[in-house]
Structures are given as structure tokens and as C-alpha cells.
């Protein structure tokens, strides 16, 4: 449930911007945003020094 409401706030966001960003800075841009508030780590295969 949480992992959907964090889609849901990435997809909101996303409608705000002028256009849409790059695939690479999409995936960054929904790792830390879906990630804000969590508890437990989730691995992902994207390694934190690799996002902006």
C-alpha cells in the first residue's frame, strides 16, 4: 500500500512539470521520493551514490 501511495505522489508531481524528464532521472526521481519516509531499507539495484 505504501509503494502505491508513493507511485501515486510521483505520478502527481510529474503532471506539475513542464515536461516530462529524462528516463535515467525518472527512475532517480521516484527512488527518492517513493523512499521518503520509509523504515526499512528496500535494495533496489540503484545504489545511493548514483542518484543526484
Known sequence: ??????????????????????????TQIFFKLTSLGRIYSVSTGIKPSQIG
Open 1 to 26: 500500500m505504501t509503494h502505491y501511495r508513493g507511485f501515486q505522489y510521483v505520478h502527481e508531481i510529474l503532471k506539475m512539470l513542464p515536461e516530462m524528464p529524462e528516463p535515467i532521472l525518472l
